[in-house]
């Protein structure tokens, strides 16, 4: 609170030459005055001190307000919701048949043994992670037979899950990008975090065409084109499996269409890897794009969480994985992401890496891993062929084979934003303002519901 008026300076020093000289508050080595001679309390005030130095009376009153984030605003409404039919198809987290956050019985099992592991403790992780989880993430990513592990020209550091790892990869590639105005293309649509955190490093931010809007499936002739006239050299934001937030995955034919483009302009492939082994329920299909672009020679960056596929959503575990061209520049490529990493959270958590790298190093808990996503997938495919199949049954207006054709988490739907709105209001659905809905939501005892409220927004309202 600002110190009472006072009309007279401090011994010694010159009033300012203004009007009105209120003084807005005491100061141990000057009086600081008002120029506008108005109320005090007016944040837009100009005040001057005795040495005539100026400055506004709110130091942020310039700060603009930073747009809404969807995900979160749609999360707060649906939290404050509280009519018993209500459906959270907006939030990215897996959900049993009840509706309920399911830990997965491997992780339980890794938190019993660090529990009565007498050498465990809470002492921080070295800069770069753990090691026991970066040597067993870069295997499970790029495969137990890669030659760029075994030409040990690949470098891991752990990260805040796979947004860290997205803002530690912009950061570096905004440092030491060739060429030096090289842009970062990405998806249209992607994940609605890339955007903020590309332009957020300093990047210029392009798109390039993805979702056929007319039959919600992938407009390879689309995107090849905006990749083949993009300028040489740009960097290129690609979901390794289950693309968020469509569902819409290229085919292994498609990927190599997609890598024969991006050799051809030498464009720089980073790889945002969410869903491996939660998309298809096999680790190895999912990473089928990073390993072939790996195989092509490519240098890439990898974005890596274990959000999803291991249910550690709190616990932010995830890696960043850096392929180069030889092992000569690995040490000065891990030094400047160690560099970053420092600066920012100084090192990551220990806990989650924990956990994860116990399931990826115990092969029995790695083997009941696989069955538990392949549980989880099945699960989310299940109720995609359901939705389908009532929405079809109910003859509902248009092609819904969309929605099962699409795979991983999200569906992107086709409903318009005023029908999204309408599901909301008259329905209380809840999913985000494109359509977009977290498959994971839907179970037993909502499917019917849930179609029975889009096929009536479908009929009525466009």
């Known amino acids: 609170m600002p110190l009472p008026v006072r009309r007279r300076p401090s011994p010694g020093l010159e009033p300012p030459p203004a009007a009105g000289r209120h003084m807005w508050a005491r100061r141990r080595t000057a009086d600081i005055y008002c120029l506008s001679g108005a109320c005090e309390n007016d944040p837009a005030h100009v005040l001057v001190g005795a040495g005539g130095y100026k400055w506004t009376a709110a130091y942020f009153s310039d700060v603009p307000q930073a747009p809404p984030d969807g995900i979160l605003k749609l999360s707060v409404l649906s939290r404050a919701d509280s009519d018993p039919a209500k459906v959270d198809l907006g939030v990215g987290a897996y959900r049993d048949d009840h509706g309920k956050p399911w830990v997965l019985p491997v992780v339980r099992e890794a938190e019993a043994r660090l529990a009565a592991d007498p050498a465990f403790n809470h002492e921080y992780l070295g800069v770069g992670g753990l090691p026991a989880l970066t040597d067993a993430a870069q295997l499970l990513i790029l495969g137990s037979d890669s030659p760029a592990i075994a030409q040990r020209r690949v470098y891991t550091i752990q990260t805040i899950s796979g947004t860290g790892a997205n803002m530690v990869a912009a950061v570096f590639l905004n440092q030491f990008k060739r060429p030096a105005d090289a842009a970062v293309y990405i998806s249209k649509p992607t994940w609605g975090n890339h955007r903020s955190i590309f332009e957020t490093a300093g990047h210029v931010v392009r798109e390039y065409r993805y979702c056929n809007y007319d039959t919600l499936g992938l407009d390879i002739e689309g995107m090849l084109a905006d990749l083949r006239n993009a300028p040489n050299g740009q960097i290129v934001v690609l979901h390794a499996c289950a693309h968020n937030p469509t569902g819409i995955d290229p085919t292994e034919s498609q990927w190599q269409q997609i890598a024969d483009v991006m050799a051809e302009r030498g464009h720089f492939p980073f790889f945002d890897c969410a869903y491996q082994g939660f998309a298809t329920g096999d680790v190895d299909r999912d990473a089928y794009a990073i390993r072939l672009f790996v195989e092509r020679g490519f240098e890439l960056l990898v974005a890596e969480s274990f959000a999803k596929n291991m249910g550690l959503y709190g616990e932010r575990t995830g890696c960043l994985h850096a392929v180069c061209k030889s092992a000569d520049v690995v040490p ?95 329905y209380h659905l809840y999913m985000t303002d494109d359509g977009r809905i977290s498959v994971a939501g839907l179970n037993s005892h909502n499917i019917d519901y849930v179609a029975k409220s889009i096929d009536d927004v479908v009929r009525n309202i466009k």
């Open 332 to 426: 000065q490529v891990s030094s400047q992401l160690n560099r970053l990493s420092r600066a920012t959270i100084s090192t990551a958590s220990a806990y989650g890496a924990k956990i994860a790298a116990t399931v990826l190093q115990d092969p029995a808990l790695y083997q009941q891993w696989l069955v538990s996503m392949l549980e989880m997938s099945r699960r989310i495919k299940t109720m995609r062929d359901a939705l389908r199949d009532r929405l079809v049954a109910l003859g509902t207006p248009g092609s819904w084979d969309h929605v099962s054709n699409q795979i991983g988490m999200f569906s992107f739907t086709g409903l318009s934003r005023t029908q999204v709105a309408a599901l909301r209001d008259q």
